[in-house]
């Protein structure tokens, strides 16, 4: 995921690592993954304030695995997913994967610079096992499940059935399973992906997403059977998370 660079070591704050691991970050990665870049900085505190209040509504501490969608492109949904998976990753003993499930444009692996071929297309379909196609991000606790092969339908193999195993095998390793997702509209991934999961976040940008849109989303995951946990703004001075609806994971 990162790699070593020693010129830039002393201009960087490092994150929470093995020793041993590789560790500094080429400066095309995105600046806002600020868990990485600023992990001292005050939206990191704000990424670990969201991880903090999940954990709150967790209190048994089992294992859940966790959405991040919004109502429309480019809202933030990755870089949100990214971020907060990094900060569940800080804690110890506590492993965490990241799934890219926007099989249709898939940009984790793009914005941790892995790129591998096999990821959760292959697994999806069959051609793949769940072992082979999770790797290593670099990132102490942090595992990474790329979406594999761009997929122009990824509707088709996203059955519910399909995505309950998934996640009941994955929250058998991990403690916190995010899934990063495609928008709510125009496509049913995220709908799919949200009702069977744990909980769900929605990711509001300020600015962009509008009201009626992120209403809207809202609505459709609930009449799926979502159960959301709260909204996230992002890409504004001070961010934070807005809870409604269900207080906790199980919905009550
Ligand atoms: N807090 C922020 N402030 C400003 N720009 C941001 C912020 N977070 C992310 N971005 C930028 O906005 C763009 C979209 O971010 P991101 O890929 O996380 O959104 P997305 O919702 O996952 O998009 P998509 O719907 O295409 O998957 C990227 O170029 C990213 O670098
Ligand atoms: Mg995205």
Redo the contacts with the bound molecule.
């Keep these: 995921m990162f790699r070593l660079d020693k010129k830039t070591k002393k201009n960087r704050a490092e994150p929470a690592m093995d020793d041993d691991t590789v560790v500094l970050v080429e400066k095309s990665v995105?600046?806002?993954l600020v868990l990485f870049h600023e992990p001292t900085g005050y939206r990191a505190e704000q990424m670990r304030g969201l991880r903090n209040k999940l954990i709150a509504m967790n209190p048994d501490d089992a294992a859940k695995t966790l959405v991040i969608t919004?109502a429309?492109?480019?809202?933030?949904?990755?870089?949100?997913a990214i971020n907060l998976a990094m900060a569940f990753a800080e804690r110890e003993r506590t492993p965490v994967i990241l799934v890219d499930a926007?099989m249709r444009?898939p940009?984790v692996e793009r914005?941790l610079q892995t790129n591998r071929s096999t990821g959760l297309s292959e697994v999806l379909l069959g051609s793949a096992q769940l072992e082979q196609a999770i790797h290593p991000s670099g990132v102490r606790n942090l595992d990474i499940l790329g979406a594999g092969s761009p997929l122009a339908v990824p509707s088709e193999i996203l059955t519910s059935h399909r995505i309950e195993e998934l996640y009941h095998r994955l929250k058998e390793r991990y403690q916190y399973v995010i899934v990063?997702t495609?928008?709510v509209k125009p496509v049913t991934d995220a709908s799919v992906l949200s009702s069977c999961a744990d909980g769900t976040i929605l990711?509001i940008r300020m600015l962009h997403s509008t009201k009626g849109q992120s209403k809207d989303a809202i609505r459709t995951l609930r009449e799926l059977g979502a159960n959301i946990l709260g909204t996230f703004v992002?890409?504004v001075r001070g961010?934070k998370m807005e809870t409604y609806g269900p207080s906790n994971w199980d919905g009550d």
């Design positions: 995105s600046p806002y919004s429309q492109k480019s809202d933030g949904k990755t870089t949100t926007d444009a940009s914005n990063d495609p928008a990711v992002t890409a961010e």
